[in-house]
């Protein structure tokens, strides 16, 4: 499934998470043919819109996941996307993210689609935990995660040959602020604390500027 419209603005700028359309799949495809984004994804080869078209109607149907388009401000495409999977999974869910068009790095479009993101995990599936990964080399992923509150859990060791080398995967857990004394009635291990603090911010935040058009 798609996600429906939302806007993420403060400090001037903003984001639109929209659902994804078969317009959007030429812009994909071109992003997705570039060995510098596929570096800390899954993929390895390059996709051509048959392929895109197929996922793209696999997602359309998917019941347990939700899928939005990136559009920040200035852009008048997606340059990116996000989803929510594995709803089904015991109040819990996963999380991906992925900015194809590289001159959108670093100018605050993840931070912002995370908290739109966190913000429909938790208010409207009523989501216990998010987990989520990234590579371990990739900064930029690693910590517009943990800037909304993800807290690492793990590292799996040698999960992706890239260049030459293997490369480690960090796992992280969004653990919902509100909703501790179910998840830990025993009391909160102290290592998750700075993380739930974190959570409770950023979720405070979204609920200021996130907007349903």
């Known amino acids: ?14 984001v639109a ?8 799949l030429p812009v994909l495809v071109e992003h997705f043919n570039s060995m510098k ?10 996709q051509t819109l048959e392929n895109e078209t197929e996922w793209y109607e696999k997602k359309r149907k998917e019941e347990t996941s939700c899928l939005w388009g990136i559009v920040p401000d200035g852009s008048e495409v997606a340059v990116g996307i996000t989803e929510i999977h594995g709803i089904n999974t015991h109040g819990s869910c996963e999380t991906g993210f992925i900015i194809w068009d590289t001159s959108w790095w670093d100018k605050g479009v993840a931070t912002r689609s995370h908290l739109g993101r966190t913000l429909f995990a938790s208010d409207y599936l009523n ?18 995660l943990t800037r909304v509150g ?4 793990g590292v799996e060791p040698r999960t992706y040959f890239r260049a030459g080398r ?22 909160l291990p102290s290592q998750y604390e700075d993380g739930v603090q974190k959570a409770q911010v950023a979720l405070t935040k979204a609920r200021q500027v996130v907007s349903f058009p």
């Open 166 to 187: 293997f490369l480690d995967t960090q796992l992280f857990c969004w653990l919902n602020p509100e909703r501790i004394g179910i998840l830990f009635p025993e009391g």
């Open 127 to 144: 989501r216990l935990t998010i987990r989520s990964s990234a590579r371990v080399e990739n900064g930029g992923s690693v910590n517009a």
């Open 150 to 153: 993800y807290v690492k859990t």
């Open 17 to 24: 998470l929209r659902p994804l359309s078969k317009a959007d």
């Open 37 to 46: 984004i596929h570096y800390y994804t899954q993929g390895l080869f390059a």
């Open 1 to 14: 499934m798609f996600g429906i419209n939302m806007r993420i603005e403060y400090d001037g700028f903003g």
